[in-house]
């Protein structure tokens, strides 16, 4: 299994980001890893997003934090890429356990899906940057951890109602997850599987969010998101098992 070549502007934005947590953290800096939409197979000119995780030896001091702070400021002046980071920073002793670890850059913060991460990591879906390789340190996931980790992914989405094709998308993927009891796919992978799989009804809403997240999407499209979210992402919670 081979993952797909990074875009250049992702291979800008992890080469920057490493070098400047390098130098802000020295030996604190454990490894940086990407994973997500990019590695996987995709359309030309598919959205993708920068997920990563940053593992760390030791806490952050105050002053790594605003330094971190000012580098993703420089970053976000880089590319639309590098102004769009999603990223955990976790230690070392919390990311070769199970539990959800705790976001060393916001304490508030755990990583819930924290079980789907490993378990894209187990199956060679990710990148290394830099330092450690994250196989060899987190803990391949149980399926109950991974139902656990999809039942946050559906609760996140249904904070989110703005996010249209977003909530689509990753509702495909909860569903196909738990219909094949494998969660290492990404939003296309799952968008193709429910036009084959799920009712005719939702292909509107489906090939309208591919094509927002293919930057084709109409104005069309975008009030075929806003009317059918609601219906789509009711259908997906009343399709998951009860617990």
Same mark, same amino acid.
């Given at each position: ?5 990074? #875009? ?7 080469? *920057? ?24 197979? +995709? ?14 030896? %030791?806490?952050?001091?105050?002053? $790594?934090?605003?330094? =971190? ?26 990311? /070769? ?17 924290? *079980?789907?991460? +490993? ?15 994250? !196989?060899? !340190?987190?803990?391949? #996931? ?8 999809? +039942?946050? $992914?559906?609760?996140? &989405?249904? $904070? ?7 909530? =689509?998308?990753?509702?495909? %993927? =909860? ?8 969660? @290492? ?31 084709? /999407? ?11 979210? #609601?219906?789509? =992402?009711?259908? &997906?919670?009343?399709?998951?098992? @009860?617990?």
């Amino acid at each position: 299994m081979e993952s797909p070549a990074l #875009p250049d502007d992702a291979l800008a934005v992890a080469d *920057a980001l490493r070098r400047g947590l390098e130098r802000i953290l020295g030996d604190a800096f454990a490894s940086l890893f990407l994973y997500g939409a990019v590695a996987f197979p +995709r359309p030309d000119h598919w959205h993708v997003d920068f997920d990563f995780h940053v593992l760390l030896n %030791r806490t952050l001091t105050a002053t $790594e934090h605003e330094a =971190i702070r000012e580098l993703y400021d420089e970053l976000a002046k880089m590319s639309e890429l590098g102004a769009d980071l999603d990223g955990y920073y976790v230690l070392l002793a919390d990311a /070769a356990r199970s539990a959800p670890p705790t976001h060393q850059l916001d304490p508030a913060v755990r990583d819930d899906a924290w *079980a789907l991460h +490993r378990a894209h990591v187990h199956a060679g879906r990710y990148f290394l940057v830099a330092g450690r390789d994250p !196989i060899a !340190i987190v803990p391949e #996931p149980a399926w109950s951890e991974l139902e656990a980790g999809l +039942r946050a $992914e559906l609760r996140f &989405v249904n $904070e989110h109602p703005g996010a249209t094709a977003f909530g =689509i998308l990753n509702g495909c %993927r =909860i569903l196909c997850s738990f219909e094949n009891h494998d969660v @290492v796919l990404s939003k296309h992978h799952a968008a193709e599987w429910a036009l084959v799989s799920l009712p005719d009804v939702w292909h509107d809403a489906i090939r309208a969010a591919m094509r927002f997240y293919a930057q084709t /999407a109409t104005d069309h499209d975008t009030r075929t998101l806003e009317r059918e979210w #609601p219906r789509f =992402i009711g259908f &997906v919670n009343e399709m998951l098992p @009860v617990t």
